[in-house]
Nanobody
Framework: QVQLVESGGGLVQAGGSLRLSCAASGRTLSSYVMAWFRQGPGMEREFVAAIRWSSGSTYYADSVKGRFTISRDNAKKTVYLQMVSLKPEDTAVYYC?????????????????????WGQGTQVTVSS
């Protein structure tokens, strides 16, 4: 079992920044891919960014490349999502996720319904 707890959401103006955190506990994470997904109002849950715990390799959705950065702290077993130049369309509930097969280079992320572990989500609201 992997337990995930997100924090760091909030209300920010367009162009602003936020950093989300995801604290993981439970099993060793070395074989996992950690990721952030988001779900906007009336939208399906979508992939945002992922990081392979063992290598630190990162992957991003096209919509956030150059604005969002995913990183991890091994000692704290925490994954971060640094978001800059936020836009109103980034408004969503952001979820931390973990799965051994979450992302395959050249293929992309697995479907949300296939992901094994989820956090409770944290709301990010970007005002215009």
């Amino acid at each position: 079992q992997v337990q995930l707890v997100e924090s760091g959401g909030g209300l920010v103006q367009a162009g602003g920044s936020l950093r989300l955190s995801c604290a993981a506990s439970g099993r060793t994470l070395s074989s996992y891919v950690m990721a952030w997904f988001r779900q906007g109002p009336g939208m399906e849950r979508e992939f945002v960014a992922a990081i392979r715990w063992s290598s630190g390799s990162t992957y991003y959705a096209d919509s956030v490349k150059g604005r969002f950065t995913i990183s991890r702290d091994n000692a704290k077993k925490t994954v971060y999502l640094q978001m800059v130049s936020l836009k109103p369309e980034d408004t969503a509930v952001y979820y931390c996720a973990a799965d051994r097969a979450l992302y395959r280079p050249g293929v992309g992320a697995i479907r949300p319904e296939e992901v094994n572990y989820w956090g409770q989500g944290t709301q990010v609201t970007v005002s215009s």
